[in-house]
Nanobody, 126 residues
Framework: QVQLVESGGGLVQAGGSLRLSCAAS????????MGWFRQTPGKEREFVAAISWSLITYYADSVKGRFTISRDNTKNAVYLQMNSLKPEDTAVYYC????????????????????WGQGTQVTVSS
């Protein structure tokens, strides 16, 4: 069983920055593929960013160049640095973990992840 706890959300003006953190339990964290997703009311959860156990990263086009995903295996943590925030980035952000090994380095679909955090709200005002 893996528990994920997000933090760092809040209210920020457009153009500002936030850093989300996700603390994970589990002895084999360094082997997990990790991801960030976001969801707004009435919409499906959408992929934001992913990082493999080997530090390969992948981003949704909508955040590429503005967001950076990283991980610290010594702290069992994954981060999402969000810069140049836009009102359309407003959403609940979820951390996810894939504990099963697969053929790819990173994963972008909800069903490919095994565990989820409770989410943290990010609100960007115009």
């Amino acid at each position: 069983q893996v528990q994920l706890v997000e933090s760092g959300g809040g209210l920020v003006q457009a153009g500002g920055s936030l850093r989300l953190s996700c603390a994970a339990s589990g002895r084999a964290f360094s082997d997990y593929a990790m991801g960030w997703f976001r969801q707004t009311p009435g919409k499906e959860r959408e992929f934001v960013a992913a990082i493999s156990w080997s530090l390969i990263t992948y981003y949704a086009d909508s955040v590429k160049g503005r967001f950076t995903i990283s991980r610290d295996n010594t702290k069992n943590a994954v981060y999402l640095q969000m810069n140049s925030l836009k009102p359309e980035d407003t959403a609940v952000y979820y951390c996810s973990a894939r504990t099963t090994h697969g053929a790819r380095h990173y994963y972008t679909a909800e069903y490919e992840y095994d565990y989820w955090g409770q989410g943290t709200q990010v609100t960007v005002s115009s």
